[in-house]
């Protein structure tokens, strides 16, 4: 039973960029949140993906978007990036009714030059 | 403001010995309190999670301990290891939104 999958591992962008992140989810389940964590810091909520429609967001601008295909994996996009956006982007999923209970993937680890 | 504060920032126990982290939360709204363990390069993997209708869960060497009067909970680990060297995160979340709110993390190194 394959768990959460994310690519790529890292990924190196210089300032202003665009950047596509990829996630699939944990088998059997629908529901996908992303978050980003910064060296040394707790993830932060970016937002979370059912039903092919944004259902929750963090405080995250709107140069952050996302997109959920029909076999439930996601894209992270990120626009415009700037220095601070270097981080760890991590994907985490979960079943519709138990969504507080998710799995993390392994990340990936971006960083803006 | 929706926090979850965490400490210490960071501990050190000898092997055998027990780890102690807490974490306290604002927002009494709050119904839903995981802990994650995080290895360099990998990211987090759920250990335990504890709902307000408990005072204390049990799995293996890990326990959480909650009191909901001092909005505080904590993770124990018995018995602590080497391999249980990583980096622990409290979190929260409302109303099964999947929205966690994570606290800062701790550096806990288990030596030999």
């Known amino acids: 039973d394959a768990g959460v999958t994310q690519s790529p591992t890292h990924l190196i962008k210089t300032r202003g960029q665009q950047v596509t992140l990829r996630c699939s989810p944990k088998?059997?389940?629908?529901?996908v949140s992303w978050y980003q964590q910064a060296l040394g810091q707790g993830p932060q909520f970016i937002f979370q993906y059912y039903e092919e429609e944004e259902r929750q967001r963090g405080n995250f601008p709107d140069r952050f978007s996302g997109h959920q295909f029909p076999n439930y994996s996601s894209e992270l996009n990120v626009n415009a990036l700037l220095l601070g956006d270097s981080a760890l982007y991590l994907c985490a999923s979960s079943r519709a009714g138990t969504t507080d209970t998710q799995y993390f993937g392994p990340g990936t680890r971006l960083t803006v030059l | 403001q929706q926090q979850v504060k965490q400490s210490p920032q960071s501990l050190i126990v000898q092997k055998g010995g027990i780890s102690i982290i807490n974490c306290a939360y604002e927002n009494t709204a709050f119904d839903y309190f995981p802990w994650y363990q995080q290895f360099p390069g990998k990211g987090p993997a759920l250990l335990i999670a504890?709902?307000?209708?408990?005072s204390e869960k049990k799995e293996g060497r890990f326990t959480i301990s909650f009191n909901k009067s001092a909005k505080q909970f904590s993770l124990h680990i018995m018995d602590s290891q080497p391999g249980d060297s990583a980096t622990y995160f409290c979190a929260a979340s409302t109303g099964n939104t999947g929205k966690l709110i994570f606290g800062q993390g701790t550096t806990l190194q288990v030596k030999p």
């Open positions: 088998s059997g389940h629908d529901t």
């Open positions: 504890i709902r307000p209708d408990v």
